[in-house]
């Protein structure tokens, strides 16, 4: 049996569960409320404010679906209570962002500055020049935007310049050796 799959998930204080028709789950806390259509073949269960979820046999889809729809359920629940942040690092000469109003600005390097619109639901912080901070109730569109802003310009390998998570390290390689 999966063993993230059989893990109940708790529902804190303050937050509503409910599992609408073929498992359309909704989830309201004080960070807003998500909602998410689960595969109908998941049986999903809200006991004392315990959320399991098991599946109806052992066919091969079935065990497939079942781990994924226990972090889907556990990750939007941890969404609308504490919230996912993605941070983002600057290297490089020159190469900066900045906020305006709802709009990331990032200067890059290109002859052009590159915009991002803030999506509804996810909030971006610029705490310092160099440090993007991404974050939200929604764990895919959080990851999802971080990924586009990190898009353009990964980091090099040679100087390290680019947008970085802040946890990733860069496997760096030397450069030209002499004779």
């Known amino acids: 049996m999966s063993r993230i799959g059989r893990a109940p998930i708790q ?9 609408g028709e073929n498992n359309h789950l909704t989830v309201k806390g004080p960070n807003g409320s998500l909602s998410q259509q689960l595969h109908s073949n998941m049986l999903l269960k809200l006991e004392n404010n315990v959320l399991t979820v098991s599946r109806p046999n052992d ?8 781990g994924l729809t226990r972090s889907l359920a556990a990750n939007m629940v941890k969404g609308v209570t504490e ?7 600057i290297n490089g000469v020159g190469y900066k962002a900045q906020k305006q109003s709802k709009q990331l600005i990032l ?5 052009h500055n590159i915009i991002f619109d803030e999506p509804t639901g996810i ?11 991404v974050s939200g109730a929604d764990k895919q ?14 980091p090099e390998p040679y100087l ?11 496997r760096r390689k030397s450069g030209k050796t002499g004779k």
Do not use: C, M, W
């Open 123 to 133: 909030t971006i912080d610029v705490p310092a020049p160099n440090k993007i901070i």
């Open 11 to 19: 529902i804190p204080t303050g937050i509503t569960v409910t599992i």
């Open 59 to 66: 066919e091969k889809v079935n065990k497939s679906l079942h």
């Open 107 to 111: 200067n890059l390097g290109y002859s």
């Open 160 to 170: 390290g310049k680019g947008i970085k998570y802040v946890d990733e390290h860069i």
């Open 83 to 89: 919230g996912f942040k993605k941070e983002l690092e």
């Open 141 to 154: 569109k959080v990851g999802q935007l971080s990924a586009e802003i990190r898009g353009k310009r990964p």
